[in-house]
T-cell receptor, first 117, second 114 residues
Framework: AQKITQTQPGMFVQEKEAVTLDCTYDTSDPSYGLFWYKQPSSGEMIFLIYQGSYDQQNATEGRYSLNFQKARKSANLVISASQLGDSAMYFCAMREGLQGGSEKLVFGKGTKLTVNP | EPEVTQTPSHQVTQMGQEVILRCVPISNHLYFYWYRQILGQKVEFLVSFYNNEISEKSEIFDDQFSVERPDGSNFTLKIRSTKLEDSAMYFC????????????FGPGTRLTVT
């Protein structure tokens, strides 16, 4: 079974509008972390935001926020006020066993976001 | 701001040749990782390295792969006998401690095996 599912291969949004990129995950571990990375066309992986499974509040970082719904096992990324520079691939990732477990990040297949002027 | 660096940015090699991909992690980081991304696919974990030994590896990381930290700054990935299917972007990442929020990724090395 897929650990991380991103169901939107591509998304389009108008500049200055908000967009939500979906991510669902599958784990039986009570201690895990969820990450979002941005990959522009140049190829590098840029960390955006992190949510721990025990965090009570949704994570926010500037224009990025994470809509964490633990019971539904979803961790959607919300980008507010989209900018042309937001056009990129976005990957959701998970790390299980935060307290001494696996260190590896497991990634989803990604969503390609295109911001239109 | 400190960053992970990788060299070369692009490597072309013939099938069967050995390649070494180099990474310089952030200087005070202790945990190091290699990931790969085949074109158009998701990023996949290869190996993690701590205290001069492999702490975890994936099924992809077979006997053809090895990692080394030859000195205090470099972290290398060696592929002994490259195959066509090894063509991918290889990312190095590092973090200060295993439970740190994020792994800092380098810009990647695009490996093309012909």
């Amino acid at each position: 079974a897929q650990k991380i599912t991103q169901t939107q291969p591509g998304m389009f949004v108008q500049e200055k509008e908000a967009v939500t990129l979906d991510c669902t995950y599958d784990t039986s571990d009570p201690s895990y972390g969820l990450f979002w990375y941005k990959q522009p066309s140049s190829g590098e992986m840029i960390f955006l935001i992190y949510q721990g499974s025990y965090d009570q509040q949704n994570a926010t970082e500037g224009r990025y926020s994470l809509n964490f719904q633990k019971a539904r096992k979803s961790a959607n990324l919300v980008i507010s006020a989209s900018q042309l520079g937001d056009s990129a691939m976005y990957f959701c990732a998970m790390r299980e066993g935060l307290q001494g477990g696996s260190e590896k990040l497991v990634f989803g297949k990604g969503t390609k976001l295109t911001v239109n002027p | 701001e400190p960053e992970v660096t990788q060299t070369p940015s692009h490597q072309v090699t013939q099938m069967g040749q050995e390649v070494i991909l180099r990474c310089v992690p952030i200087s005070n980081h202790l945990y190091f990782y290699w990931y790969r991304q085949i074109l158009g696919q998701k990023v996949e974990f290869l190996v993690s390295f701590y205290n001069n030994e492999i702490s975890e590896k994936s099924e992809i990381f077979d006997d053809q792969f090895s990692v080394e930290r030859p000195d205090g700054s470099n972290f290398t990935l060696k592929i002994r006998s490259t195959k066509l299917e090894d063509s991918a972007m290889y990312f190095c990442a590092s973090t200060y401690r295993a439970v740190s929020y994020e792994q800092y990724f380098g810009p990647g090395t695009r490996l093309t095996v012909t």
